[in-house]
């Protein structure tokens, strides 16, 4: 295909936990061609619009390639000593509790392995915690509470052999999109299959729904006390089951003081879920970001646990709650122990024959024998001075964490900040004395474990960018540089993956679930070939499911349901914030963009951070489609385009979380969110602040397309990248004096680019397009309303002969395609509008037949779907 001659390596995607095998293969121009692999038993060959796009994310010009000190670039010698003697100095002078690692799930499992067993082990404190504080703390507490350990019964098969699946609180159409892709496939094989949609919002996984419950954002233990009893009245309880279980009478006692009126449903939908529910055997309950990031989601997990333990339907085929993780190693994270209340391997901080047993393996001084600090504690502690020294790790919380603008105050007040990334554009890498060059994916070599407990290798298909090495390589470093050199001393990813299965062999002798000691031998070249394997992985037993035999980790060895109450979210809304503010996820962006954000692809789907908002809501406040919205909390305040639309329910918006410093400065949505916390995970709850909206005052709105890079200065910016450059949204409330000298401080151009001018100053409208050599530079329209002009034709222009590029319409003969649907193969809304009309396309197929749309990843077939419901009503009317 490339002509490069290279074999392909096999690795694993960058992004979510579905974890799909790749099959790399280097461009000849730095980059990566990727394609799905049709033998791992994750995706068979599937990739969604994001994986499909990681070559477009790698080798770029955006990569930090040395260490830098104080804003200078340094070598790695001094950079290493340097971070090693102030984590030692502050340690000497306050203690190990005055230092802190702020980690991730998208660290492989070595990197992992190696930060924890540094600050747990030798540094003598559990003050590591990770962004999965952020994502699945509260599934990890259900299932300890539940189970007695954080186990995953269940297998993906279990998705396509249930005849129901319910997702709550998942839009696994854009999240998990190749499992959903399952789901799909498996639905339209067998048609009796059905699958229920739970979540405030109507979205995209609503295209499969058979039933959608648009529930009250926070009353899941409401719902699921409200299904377990009505299990118990249907008799749908499995009482050979339940001998095995402990807790029910409590549990069925609390559930029904709860009433299930609070999740906003009514009796009728109540009934028809429960009735499907209690009718069905095979039922798998899916539950993400909508139960974990909750002040309740502990109890939220525990709700769905009940329900699973109590009719038996857990750990046989086709049946169980499923917990799927984001990130592509939130499950290997778990494992390893990477959060500041776990061990390592599943075992317990809390439990000293686990501690000292951990201690004697790793022959550590220390082990810290209570939990650290979590997330939000342990950032109040670097803004209390209590940590001094911290260190960030795969994971941008000037961004992602609650109350972010706190965050990034605490983060730039504290003594030493060492940040390891893969680029210095970041709202976090900005606050950093020491920023360490990561090798990326693609680069570097290890494993992770995806959602259904599959450990995969990621493999290495390029060269490190610049000086960037592996993040396990930087931390064992400075755990030498400390004094630890025999404990750190690794030759490579290999040598700490033994180190880690014979670990989890010790654990395993506690009786514990994760046990991978048929590992703990394996020689370089087995680790270079390993082949994806589903834990346990011992000599008696490999992959399968658990639980399904009635034996749990509990002391009792039996499953425990918890009496749970339902309760609100936190922060009330009321007169001054009177709308529930839920964020989340959009299909082709991951979290804070510094990968995706690159792709112009990837770009094309959603160019702009939005609000979505409900049409009577909107009309209510004087808030028009297409404006932009000031969003404000307690906390903070953001300014957002309004997307009237009702997908959600009145009272409800949604914003996404992506947006940065970098990216859209006004938008960050965290700076909205309280820093309240579940009590029994302190998992934030990222998705019910309480906020009051306003239209925003522009005085003036705009839009820009550019080849060069653009400097935006105004009240609200949103900057893209495009094939031929970058497009931005403007917005101001001050007018500048001399509309032509701010376009070209904007674009960064000089006399020499020759401005075509329109303006008419009366209607407040300007437009400018500077050429230079007969092609288009840049070009900026101004308006006092919202600009109308066809962006996506205007976003192919630069760097072309393009002398109608003033009108901001497309020439008659060159259709504008509208805002992207389908980023694989560039089809947009309006192309795909015509289609349907002038071709009397019927479906999604035939769609993909005449378009290709749709045809490669299959991301985007909901939205074509969605387009075609909305063309073919009107094709009725117009034939009425
Ligand atoms: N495209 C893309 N995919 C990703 C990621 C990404 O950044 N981009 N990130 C990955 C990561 S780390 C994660 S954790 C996953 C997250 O995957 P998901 O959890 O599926 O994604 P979210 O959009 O955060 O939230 C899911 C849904 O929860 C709903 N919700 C909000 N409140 C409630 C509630 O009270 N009850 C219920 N039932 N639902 C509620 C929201 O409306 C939203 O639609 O995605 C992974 N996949
Ligand atoms: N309001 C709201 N907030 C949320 C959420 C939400 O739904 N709503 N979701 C939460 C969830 S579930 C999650 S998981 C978090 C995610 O939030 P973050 O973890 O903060 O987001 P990312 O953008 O994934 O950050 C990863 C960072 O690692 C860098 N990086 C990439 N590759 C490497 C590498 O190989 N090595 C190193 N050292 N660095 C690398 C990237 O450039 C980037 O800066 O956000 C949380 N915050
Ligand atoms: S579903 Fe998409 S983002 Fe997730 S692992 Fe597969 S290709 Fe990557
Ligand atoms: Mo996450």
Known sequence: MDGSGLPETRSTCAYCGVGCGVLLRPDGRGGLEVRGDPDHPANLGRLCSKGSALGETVGTAHRLSAPRLDGRDTDWDSALSHVAERFRETIDQYGPESVGFYVSGQLLTEDYYVANKLMKGFIGTANIDTNSRLCMASSVAGHKR???????????????????????????????????????????????????????????????????????????????????????????LDAAFLAHVEGFDDALAAASGDDPAETGLSEAQLEAFYALWAGTEKVVTVYSQGVNQSSAGSDKVNAILNCHLASGRIGRPGCGPFSVTGQPNAMGGREVGGLANTLACHLDIENADHRAAVRAFWGAPAISDRPGLKAVDMFRAVETGQIRALWIIHTNPAVSMPDANRVRDAIAGCDFVVVSDITD????????????????????????????????????????????????????????????????????????????????????????????????????????????????????????????DGRFFTESGRGRMLPVHWRAPVAATGRDFPFRFNTGRIRDQWHTMTRTGLSPRLSAHLAEPFLEIHPEDAAAQGIAPASLVEVSSPQGRAILRAWVTDTVRRGDVFAPMHWTGETAPSARVDALVAPVTDPVSGQPESKAAAVALAPFAARWYGFAVSAGDMHPDCAYWALAPTTTGYRAELAGTNTPADWLAEARRLFGLDETAEAQVASDPAKGGFRVAFHRDGRLEAALFVAPTPVAVMRSHLALLP??????????????????????????????????????????????????????????????????????AKAKPREAAEQA
């Open 146 to 236: 539940a189970f007695g350990t954080d186990t995953v019964p269940g297998t993906y098969e279990d998705l396509e052999e249930a005849d129901l699946v319910v997702l709550t609180g998942s839009n696994l159409a854009w999240c998990h999109p190749v499992l959903y892709q399952r789901v799909l496939a498996a639905k339209q094989a067998r048609p009796r299959m059905r699958v229920v949609v739970i979540d405030p919002r109507r979205t995209a996984s609503c295209d499969i729904a058979d039933m959608h419950l648009p529930v009250r954002p926070g009353s899941d233990v409401a719902l699921f006390n409200g299904l377990l009893c009505a299990l118990y009245e249907r008799g749908a």
């Open 425 to 548: 554009a970041t709202d976090t890498a900005r606050l950093a004395d020491v920023l360490l060059p990561a090798a990326a994916w693609g680069e570097k070599e290890g494993t992770v474990t995806n959602s259904d407990r599959t450990i995969s290798r990621q493999r290495a298909a390029l060269a490190p960018w610049g000086q960037s090495r592996p993040d396990w390589a930087i931390l064992a470093e400075v755990g030498r540089r400390m004094g630890w050199q025999q404990a750190f001393d690794y030759a490579g990813p290999a040598e700490i993956f033994r180190e880690y299965a014979a670990l989890s062999g010790v654990a395993g002798g506690f009786g514990r679930d994760f046990d991978i000691s048929a590992h703990a031998d394996i020689a370089d070249s087995a680790y270079a070939d390993l082949a994806p394997f589903r834990w346990p992985a011992t000599g008696a037993r490999q992959g399968g499911r658990f639980f399904g």
């Open 799 to 868: 760097g072309k002969e393009a002398w109608h590029a003033l009108s901001g319409r497309s020439p008659a003969d060159q259709p504008d395609p509208g805002p992207m649907v389908c980023s694989c193969f560039n089809v947009g809304v309006n192309t795909i509008l015509t289609a349907i009309e002038t071709r009397g396309l019927m479906s999604v197929e035939e769609i993909g037949a005449a378009l290709e749309a749709g045809t490669n990843c299959g991301s985007c077939r909901p939205e074509i779907a969605a387009l075609l």
